[in-house]
């Protein structure tokens, strides 16, 4: 098979492909030898000025609409059912703190956590168990999953918003939470004071009645909290 017909076939998998596709897997259905760095490379090129895009999800890649026209498809209509406040902030948590206990989640928002608020994002698949943090009782920790990092449109954890672009947007204020410094704290880390400050703006953050503003639940989601 020739480089054209590699493009062409490259393009195809990404096109038919409902999330992602892994390099390794595009490296197992391209033909032996297939040089798969230089196909997507040309494959962005192309599409690099078209209504859709070739993007990167960690190590997997996919079609997207252009930045630019998302204002142009989006469909206003009613939604019946929305993440509740619990289930964003404890969404937001996860993000920020990941691997990160039930118990610490609850430290940091100050109340009890319900078990719809993780059911909710766990039909989502924006979140996943972790493994077991080693402290007694050996409690499960929570991170989020690829799903996340491409329904919110993130290459990867590096690329959340960070403390200067969240004051620029206006959702950070200078209100701290001992909660997150106690969490730290209790994991035996050796912090400096602008880690902490850090964390105390994140936290801040997580209070901010905007934070998310706009995301929906899909409608089979179930909430409770």
């Not at 590699?6 to 390794?24: D, G, K, M, S």
């Not at 930045?67 to 996860?94: G, N, Y």
């Not at 960070?162 to 994991?187: C, Q």
Request: some cysteine.
């Amino acid at each position: 098979m020739d480089r054209f017909q590699q493009l062409r076939l490259l393009e195809a998998i990404l096109f038919a492909a409902e999330a992602p596709v892994p390099e390794a897997a595009l490296v197992e259905r391209l033909p032996e030898g297939a040089d798969l760095a230089s196909l997507i490379e040309e494959l962005e090129g192309m599409y690099a000025s078209r209504g859709v895009t070739v993007v990167q999800v960690k190590a997997a890649w996919c079609f997207r609409t252009a930045p630019d026209l998302s204002a142009h498809m989006t469909l206003e209509r009613e939604v019946p059912r929305k993440l509740s406040r619990a289930a964003i902030e404890t969404l937001a948590i996860i993000a920020y703190h990941q691997p990160v206990t039930r118990a610490e989640i609850e430290e940091i928002r100050g109340v009890a956590l319900s078990k719809g608020s993780l059911d909710a994002l766990l039909e989502a698949e924006w979140i996943r168990p972790r493994g077991r943090r080693r402290a007694p009782g050996k409690p499960v920790t929570w991170g989020t999953t690829d799903r996340f990092l491409a329904e919110f449109g993130l290459e990867d954890l590096a690329s959340l918003p960070g403390a200067d672009e969240l004051k620029a947007a206006g959702l950070l204020d200078s209100r701290p939470n001992l909660g997150a410094i106690s969490m730290h704290s209790s994991e035996g880390e050796d912090e400096s004071e602008d880690d902490l400050d850090e964390a105390d703006e994140r936290e801040a953050f997580l209070e901010n009645d905007d934070v998310f503003e706009g995301v929906e639940e899909d409608d089979q989601i179930a909430l409770e909290d």
